[in-house]
């Protein structure tokens, strides 16, 4: 049995990276998706609040698990028995980011290999900075999350409010 790891902060999740989930589901037999407890960059939602609106968003795909985590990428993949990681790719920036982390994972964890993934061109503009910021300033995030998401967005920064979007 093939597991992968897809980590991340996912604050909050989007298209793009339910994208990436799912199309990495289809070529390991079970995926976990981590959900990293302690990002360096500030965090909008809590570990526990980015795990529940992750697992809604895979939740129809039984070979997906989301969890959080703490401490290296390479030793959470460990414990859960990957030998990939997978990574998603939008711009040549990204891959940059992701060849540095690789080699250092590989430094690390000499068993553990990097697979990316091409986002798929209409998710390729997103990242949850943009999709926070766009939703802080009451614009319409339809296409870009899951309502679930929206809805949860909508209540951090406009309280009661509603923005509508699609899943």
Same mark, same amino acid.
Request: glycine fraction near 6%.
């Given at each position: 049995?093939?597991?992968?790891?897809?980590? $991340? %902060?996912? *604050?909050?999740? =989007?298209?793009? =990276?339910?994208?990436?989930?799912? !199309?990495?589901?289809?070529?390991?037999? /079970?995926?976990?998706?981590?959900?990293?407890?302690?990002?360096?960059?500030?965090?909008?939602?809590?570990?526990?609040?980015?795990?529940?609106?992750?697992?809604?968003?895979?939740? /129809?795909?039984?070979?997906?698990?989301?969890?959080?985590?703490?401490?290296?990428?390479?030793?959470? %993949?460990?414990?859960? $028995?990957?030998?990939?990681?997978?990574?998603?790719? !939008?711009?040549?920036?990204?891959?940059?980011?992701?060849?540095?982390?690789?080699?250092?994972? !590989?430094?690390? %964890?000499? /068993?553990?290999?990097?697979?990316?993934?091409?986002?798929?061109?209409?998710?390729?503009?997103?990242?949850?900075?943009?999709?926070?910021?766009?939703?802080?300033?009451? $614009?319409?995030? *339809?296409?870009?999350?899951?309502? =679930?998401?929206?809805?949860?967005?909508? !209540?951090?920064? =406009? $309280?009661?409010?509603?923005?509508?979007?699609?899943?």
């Amino acid at each position: 049995m093939k597991t992968a790891l897809y980590p $991340g %902060a996912f *604050d909050p999740v =989007h298209n793009g =990276h339910i994208d990436i989930a799912s !199309r990495a589901a289809l070529i390991f037999d /079970e995926l976990v998706v981590g959900v990293y407890d302690t990002p360096a960059k500030q965090t909008t939602f809590s570990v526990s609040e980015r795990v529940q609106l992750m697992r809604e968003a895979l939740s /129809e795909w039984p070979n997906i698990h989301v969890a959080s985590y703490s401490g290296l990428t390479v030793n959470y %993949a460990r414990q859960v $028995g990957a030998t990939v990681v997978v990574r998603g790719l !939008r711009v040549y920036s990204d891959f940059e980011l992701e060849y540095q982390m690789a080699l250092a994972n !590989r430094k690390l %964890a000499p /068993e553990m290999d990097l697979i990316c993934l091409m986002t798929s061109l209409q998710y390729s503009f997103l990242s949850s900075t943009i999709v926070k910021e766009i939703a802080k300033l009451g $614009g319409c995030v *339809d296409g870009m999350v899951p309502s =679930h998401v929206a809805l949860a967005l909508s !209540r951090k920064y =406009h $309280g009661d409010a509603v923005t509508s979007a699609k899943p």
